[in-house]
């Protein structure tokens, strides 16, 4: 099967989220399936040019109209092995390759209608005819559109999947967008509209064959409003398709992770208790103490639950924990949480950095992860928690209710800790249900943190799923 996959980032290239690192392991592990043959393209930013390790060769180059503008498409191809992946990068130094950012320009809606235009003419060129078009949030939505409206005739048999990642940013843009920038038939106008302006992710979930999520719950949330961000009428028409996201167990691995004091497994797992006497020591932390260390590594944003880890913050305080969090965002949560650190010396650590090295230190070291989320479509770091025998406490809510099975203490089934309502009082009594068991049954706990480590969040089991998904539409 011939399957084109298009996104605005991917690991290692770029990454600012957990796009990035579904965009790394998916198309990775779909071109291990026999029969498979894969390209992905991304944008070729600045950040892209300039690392010396990425190595690429120029494949072409032409013109190309966005609308009454023409611009220049440059392809460039990564030097690999892997003849069933290719990498390609869409060149337009004006839109990318000079510039600094990803995300974030005035002009974000036309550099990314560029690119999903830029990909289709690049499919075109290089004679790719895709059995299946598989576009990740939007950013590259666009890219359904034009290969509906301008390449029908070329690729008539292609079947065409729009996976949303997060639904809060839909690619909004005036209404005048339509005819000064995208340049399509009027007949696309009002897949496009809504509410008198342009939303493309609207324009892609309308012609798409079948729009997906990254996990079950999710699926179901969008049709909701408190979910969905105004989109769930359009949702409620569609076919929505639940698979949750794996990690790549190549990169996050206790077994083998360079950035750890002392790798080890489920098997052998006296090495974790290592990793936390030297997360504590590289953090200022108490080093007498047998108290559970909890940590976050997150954007520090609302939606992330971090209103309730400081609404709580000093009655957990009075707890017999420490507490460390990693991670940006919101100035109001960072110095918030900058000031519990400097009122609790020795028992709480936060730092203000993106840090991966940092970051696998922290849940190989912790005892807890938590994950107070408002809405979480999938959630990658409950996974990468699990997997280094770090036992979450989360909301339950999209993948964190798909991934984190409540734990019974009756039966000892279960993954981690979780409360239903988003409120603070309820955070607070999960993680103290998570603290008891790890005073009160030692035995237990350990038990708990080496079952999770056993479970396969690989990616073999959502790459089958999709599997089964582009082989069902292909059959209609």
Known sequence: MKIAMVASEAAPFVKTGGLGDVMQALPAELAKIKGNELCLFLPYYKKIKQNPNIEVES???????????????GIFRLKSRKKKLQVYFIDNDYYFGARGTIYGDFDDGERFAYF???????????????????????QSAMALVYCRALYGQWCPYVKTVFTIHNVEYQGWADAGFFSNTLGLPEEYLGHLTFDGAINMMKGAIEVADIVTTVSKTYAEELRY??????LDGVLR?????????????TVFNPETDPAL???YSAKKMEGKWDNKRALREELGLRTDTDAPILAMVTRLAGHKGIDLLCYIANR???????????????KQ??????????????????????????????????DMYLMPSKSEPCGLSQLIAMHYGTVPVVASTGG????????????????????????????????????????????????????????????RVPAAEYMQLYTELRSK
């Open 225 to 230: 409003p408190y979910f969905a961000h105004r």
């Open 261 to 263: 004091k002392q790798n």
């Open 237 to 249: 028409e569609k076919w929505l398709w639940g698979i949750t996201n794996g990690i790549d167990t």
């Open 333 to 366: 949560y960072e110095y918030a949480l900058s000031s519990i650190a400097k009122q609790h010396p020795g028992k709480a650590s936060v730092q203000l950095a993106f840090d991966p090295a940092l970051a696998s230190r922290v849940y190989a070291g912790a």
């Open 116 to 138: 999903s235009k830029a990909v289709m003419a690049a499919l075109y060129y290089l004679d790719f005819k895709p059995d299946i078009l598989h576009c990740h949030d939007w």
């Open 400 to 459: 964190l209710r798909d991934t984190v099975l409540p734990y019974n203490a009756e039966t000892g089934e279960g993954r981690g800790f979780t409360f239903q309502s988003y409120n603070a009082d309820d955070f607070l009594g999960a993680i103290d249900r998570a603290v008891g068991l790890y005073y009160n049954d030692r035995d237990r706990w350990n038990a708990l943190a080496k079952h999770d480590m056993e479970i396969d969040f690989s990616w």
């Open 59 to 73: 494949v072409g180059s032409f013109s190309m109209e966005l609308s009454w503008r023409e611009s220049y498409v």
């Open 316 to 330: 957990l305080m009075e707890r017999e924990i420490q507490l460390v969090i990693v991670g940006t965002g919101e």
